[in-house]
């Protein structure tokens, strides 16, 4: 009896032990787990908080909006429709780096890859606006994002299938300038807008791939980040108004306004227009919002 006696007062103890053990743990562990999460330094804004939409349209103006989310923690999206199949370029909020999401059903399912360039001007891209230009797609993009903002290049590169593609010039440069939209105008030669601040400015050359002049004469403070089609045979140029988007119509007298305010639904900023043509009275448009910018 004194031997039971001994090994139920040793199990006692030994349950009070592991009782102690579980309640500190419950109680130190969270402090533990809350502190870093206190201390690790989440993105304040930008792109990791941005997510990408889209909207679809017959006329290139009155937009039905699709509330679905296609990409998360997304950013400036490029779209263009290429045999057949709709590229979206965005910039991944989570790692920096341009992706592409490729649909080959006309938006209902898309499959992601990382893009690559090869050159030398291109260490930190972002801003892609894709085109067709030939047999080829054609992404033009700011090829060195940095905090400084001095010298920033527009480069522009090629590929025949959307995902690896080759430098082939810098086309401008200047200070503290993002957001490319390059594309062709009715005389066969190429215009290229690019953001400086909440402005856009202007530039032109002969060539996709030659030195372009800046346009001194051109300034419009009303709307930036352009993305430019052609619908019905006119100019659209899509733009962020501070808020929302809206549509202009571009021609060598400058650009008109056509519609305020396309896009409805969303509390936090839209902006980054892009349109892909993929047939006949047949448009969609991807863009970002984001609540943390």
Excluded at 23 to 30: E, F, L, Y
Aim: glycine fraction near 8%; charge should be neutral.
């Amino acid at each position: 009896m004194r031997m039971i006696k001994l090994v139920s007062k040793k199990n006692i103890v030994l349950f009070s032990l592991l009782l102690v053990i579980i309640i500190v743990g419950a109680i130190i562990i969270p402090i533990v787990i809350f502190n870093l999460q206190k201390n690790t330094k989440m993105p304040e804004g930008g792109p990791y908080y941005h997510q990408i939409y889209c909207a679809t349209s017959t006329d290139g103006i009155n937009w039905t909006v699709n509330h679905t989310l296609l990409f998360n923690h997304a950013s400036v999206p490029g779209a263009v429709y290429f045999n057949g199949s709709i590229y979206v370029y965005f910039v991944d909020g989570i790692c920096g780096s341009l992706k592409v999401a490729i649909s080959h059903n006309n938006g209902s399912t898309y499959s992601i890859y990382a893009v690559s360039i090869n050159g030398t001007n291109s260490p930190m891209p972002v801003d892609p606006a894709p085109i067709v230009d030939g047999s080829k797609i054609r992404l033009t993009y700011l090829g060195n994002l940095n905090p400084s903002g001095i010298n920033h290049k527009i480069v522009t590169a090629v590929s025949d299938n959307g995902i690896n593609f080759n430098e082939e010039a810098v086309i401008f440069t200047k200070d503290r300038i993002t957001d490319p939209d390059l594309f062709q105008n009715s005389t066969g030669g190429w215009v290229l807008f690019v953001n400086t601040g909440n402005q856009l400015i202007k530039a032109t050359s002969n060539s996709a791939t030659g030195n372009f002049t800046e346009d001194t004469s051109f300034s419009f403070s009303q709307g930036w980040l352009a993305s430019t089609v052609v619908i019905s045979g006119k100019y659209y140029t899509y733009l962020h108004n501070g808020k929302n988007i809206s549509v202009a119509e571009y021609n060598s007298s400058g650009l008109t306004f056509i519609a305020q305010n396309l896009i409805s639904g969303f509390t936090g900023i839209v902006a980054d227009p892009t349109v892909a043509i993929l047939g006949t009275n047949k448009y969609i448009m991807y863009f970002k919002t984001c609540t943390i910018c």
